[in-house]
């Protein structure tokens, strides 16, 4: 009798697993991951289209974000991420202090480089930047804090993964879904970004522009975000004698110190 009470409670147990899925909550999560590639937004047609849904059953889900302030919608009805998540995300004492502690570090690697830069941390397998310090020169190149974007999409976003131990980054390409080839290839590239400590690379999203990123280490050499600068050459303006990679990398090394001795 016992065992027979046993089984029955193994199979309830078993088939209330099979229905943790919610499929409200799934699709605000996929319409928010989609949005956080879309840096110009998207139409109602467009999420559903991308998405493979109908318009009729992510339209409450689209008045729902937006009515709660995680999703904006512009004159063209076009729906972009707001910058909730982000605000949501910095208030962890951890983000927090990260900014505090790497900010005037980063102020001075801006006046020394003439170059604007940005921190960025990992959140759920994507890259999030978190702060900026921009340079006074009238033209120059920033990225919008609260932004996110996949980590192999970006050099930045490699550098971070690079660092990441093998099971991690093993999930990582899983969930990609990319080639083994492409993986192959990126793993060859992070594995010189972790000789070097410290990525170089020309942009994948701004032609003529060059990316340079470090790793921010904390206690036992663990990741605690990625310090990038976007290098401009502007017309008629003589390039200062410096070697950029060395500048942010050692940049990077003296906000790891910040945590202790672990990541210096």
């Known amino acids: 009798?016992?065992?027979?009470?046993?089984?029955?409670?193994g199979k309830k147990e078993a088939g209330t697993a099979a229905n943790y899925s919610v499929p409200a909550l799934d699709k605000a999560?996929?319409?928010?991951?989609?949005?956080?590639?879309?840096?110009?937004?998207?139409?109602?047609t467009g999420i559903s289209d991308a998405l493979g849904r109908t318009k009729q059953e992510l339209f409450r889900v689209l008045v729902c974000l937006t009515e709660r302030g995680y999703l904006v919608r512009d004159e063209n009805q076009h729906y972009r991420l707001s910058t909730k998540l982000f605000e949501i995300g910095s208030r962890h004492a951890s983000t927090q202090n990260l900014i505090a502690r790497a900010t005037p570090h980063m102020e001075r690697l801006v006046a020394r480089l003439g170059q604007s830069c940005h921190l960025n941390i990992i959140v759920q397998n994507r890259m999030l930047v978190i702060a900026r310090v921009e340079c006074n020169?009238?033209?120059?190149?920033?990225?919008?804090?609260?932004?996110?974007?996949?980590?192999?999409?970006?050099?930045?976003?490699?550098?971070?993964?690079?660092?990441?131990?093998?099971?991690?980054r093993e999930q990582y390409w899983n969930q990609a879904g990319l080639p083994e080839q492409e993986v192959t290839m990126y793993e060859a590239k992070m594995s010189q970004y972790r000789e070097?400590?410290?990525?170089?690379?020309?942009?994948?999203?701004?032609m003529g522009v060059r990316d340079c990123a470090a790793p921010i280490l904390g206690s036992g050499?663990?990741?605690?975000?990625?310090?990038?600068?976007?290098n401009i050459n502007r017309v008629g303006e003589i390039p200062e004698p410096y070697d950029m990679t060395e500048e942010v990398a050692a940049c990077a090394r003296s906000i790891s110190a910040e945590f202790g001795p672990g990541g210096a």
């Open 1 to 9: 009798m016992k065992e027979a009470v046993k089984n029955v409670k």
């Open 137 to 168: 020169a009238d033209i120059m190149l920033t990225v919008r804090v609260g932004a996110t974007f996949e980590l192999h999409s970006r050099n930045s976003g490699l550098m971070g993964l690079a660092m990441q131990p093998d099971h991690y």
């Open 29 to 44: 999560l996929d319409v928010v991951e989609l949005l956080g590639d879309s840096a110009s937004g998207m139409s109602l």
């Open 221 to 230: 050499a663990s990741l605690l975000g990625v310090l990038c600068v976007s």
């Open 196 to 206: 070097k400590g410290y990525a170089e690379e020309d942009s994948p999203v701004v």
